[in-house]
T-cell receptor, first 120, second 110 residues
Framework: DAMVIQNPRYQVTQFGKPVTLSCSQTLNHNVMYWYQQKSSQAPKLLFHYYDKDFNNEADTPDNFQSRRPNTSFCFLDIRSPGLGDAAMYLC???????????????????FGPGTRLTVL | KQEVTQIPAALSVPEGENLVLNCSFTDSAIYNLQWFRQDPGKGLTSLLLIQSSQREQTSGRLNASLDKSSGRSTLYIAASQPGDSATYLCAVLYNNDMRFGAGTRLTVKP
């Protein structure tokens, strides 16, 4: 059963046209994360929510915003996509924040399959 | 500067071999370290998370170790299988940042 679901799996948008990516979870985890992974690069953490508390990473561009209307859903809004924003966007969840996890193979992060964004 | 390095960038081994993947980090003031697996075009799968106070974690054929003082972690895979072929990433969590290595692309040949 899917635990972290991302829709759509593939998204095409035009330069400057706002786009929203969605993520939902069935794990009832407190924390949800958004990562950006550009082609052949390592993932980069954009921001995370602990419940409804929003935490923006220091160098995340203002062009990226996020919403978490309830425990299950989290959205990534890109207000004016540029060509440089083409990437795989990964959503993840965890029971508690990364700084509080106990470790091992179960108290970790759980990732969705990602949404690949193309900007034309 | 907080840098995370993974060597080698790519590794090819025959099925059944035991292997070790390496991750090194320049700043030892870490909260924890995670090992991930990523299949081509897919999301990440978290394999193991080691707290800074822990020395190792085990899951099945995987064993991850952490030596914080020397800035090193290893992921040991026992009895490798073709299904283990993927890119393996390590990520180090600091007080206000999370740094990923570039990954090691593993191929296990039947």
């Amino acid at each position: 059963d899917a635990m972290v679901i991302q829709n759509p799996r593939y998204q095409v948008t035009q330069f400057g046209k706002p786009v929203t990516l969605s993520c939902s979870q069935t794990l009832n985890h407190n924390v949800m994360y958004w990562y950006q992974q550009k082609s052949s690069q390592a993932p980069k953490l954009l921001f995370h929510y602990y419940d409804k508390d929003f935490n923006n990473e220091a160098d995340t561009p203002d062009n990226f915003q996020s919403r978490r209307p309830n425990t299950s859903f989290c959205f990534l809004d890109i207000r004016s996509p540029g060509l440089g924003d083409a990437a795989m966007y990964l959503c993840a969840t965890s029971r508690e924040t990364l700084w509080s996890l106990a470790g091992g193979d179960t108290d970790t992060q759980y990732f969705g399959p990602g949404t690949r964004l193309t900007v034309l | 500067k907080q840098e995370v390095t993974q060597i080698p960038a790519a590794l090819s081994v025959p099925e059944g071999e035991n292997l070790v993947l390496n991750c090194s980090f320049t700043d030892s003031a870490i909260y924890n370290l995670q090992w991930f697996r990523q299949d081509p075009g897919k999301g990440l799968t978290s394999l193991l998370l080691i707290q800074s106070s822990q020395r190792e974690q085990t899951s099945g054929r995987l064993n991850a170790s952490l030596d914080k003082s020397s800035g090193r972690s290893t992921l040991y895979i026992a009895a490798s299988q073709p299904g283990d072929s993927a890119t393996y990433l390590c990520a180090v969590l600091y007080n206000n940042d999370m740094r990923f290595g570039a990954g090691t692309r593993l191929t296990v040949k039947p």
